[in-house]
């Protein structure tokens, strides 16, 4: 069965950073692309980056060029986001997803960026 | 980007009728593997998105029957055969075939 499983939300100030982590089990991890997800309180969702699987292509919504980062670390069948200068609006829940031809999302970790 | 369009946005339904969402992409979502790469969500709240459908019409596993996707092209549909309290929630509809990744607005489904 597939378990994605992030962590590493917290409250920051604006301005800040944060390192989101997935961990990932029960399936081909380091042959997929992985993707983080995001959803701001009472809103929709917006799509933030992919990795491929040996890390080699890497793709981010316009909003976020320049200030997140996303690896992975197939020896441990990890995800991760690095996320600096931290904005009011990267206020949300971030989940971590496995996309095929379909998807799959961990449960997410909120973060929260306010002063 | 490829836009995603869904209608209605606000679905009030009656439990054991029919339901149906409409999504609309202004792109093509035929990736060039030949795969396409569109899938229904339902989301409950303080929950994560689940997969309902996948390419177009591919149910996921463990979800009813009552389920069904279809459409070709640029236009899709997702029916409920007939809804159960269970089935509140968002559904959107999403695009993976080209980055970014798209989502549409949602459709809140309540029961009348």
């Known amino acids: 069965e597939v378990h994605l499983v992030e962590s590493g939300g917290d409250l920051v100030q604006p301005g800040g950073s944060l390192r989101l982590s997935c961990a990932a089990s029960?399936?081909?991890?380091?042959?997929?692309?992985m993707s983080w997800v995001r959803q701001a309180p009472g809103k929709g969702l917006e799509w933030v980056a992919k990795?491929?699987?040996?890390?080699?292509?890497?793709y981010y919504v316009a909003s976020v060029k320049g200030r997140f980062s996303i690896s992975r670390d197939n020896a441990k069948n990890s995800l991760y986001l690095q996320m600096n200068s931290l904005r009011p609006e990267d206020t949300a829940v971030y989940y971590c997803v496995f996309f095929w031809t379909g998807s799959l999302w961990g449960q997410g970790t909120l973060v929260t960026v306010s002063s | 980007d490829i836009v995603m369009t869904q209608t209605p946005l606000l679905s009030p339904v009656t439990l054991g009728q029919p339901a149906s969402i409409s999504c609309r992409s202004s792109q093509t979502l035929l990736h060039s593997n030949g795969d396409i790469y569109f899938n229904w969500l339902h989301q409950r709240p303080g929950q994560p998105p689940r997969l309902l459908t996948y390419?177009?019409?591919n149910r996921f596993s463990g979800v009813p029957d009552r389920f069904s996707g279809s459409g070709a092209g640029t236009d899709f549909t997702l029916k409920i055969n007939r809804v159960e309290a269970e089935d509140v929630g968002i559904y959107y509809c999403m695009q993976a075939t080209q980055s970014p990744y798209t989502f549409g607005q949602g459709t809140k489904l309540e029961i009348k």
């Open positions: 390419n177009i019409s």
């Open positions: 990795i491929k699987g040996d890390g080699s292509e890497k």
């Open positions: 029960g399936f081909n991890f380091s042959g997929s692309w």
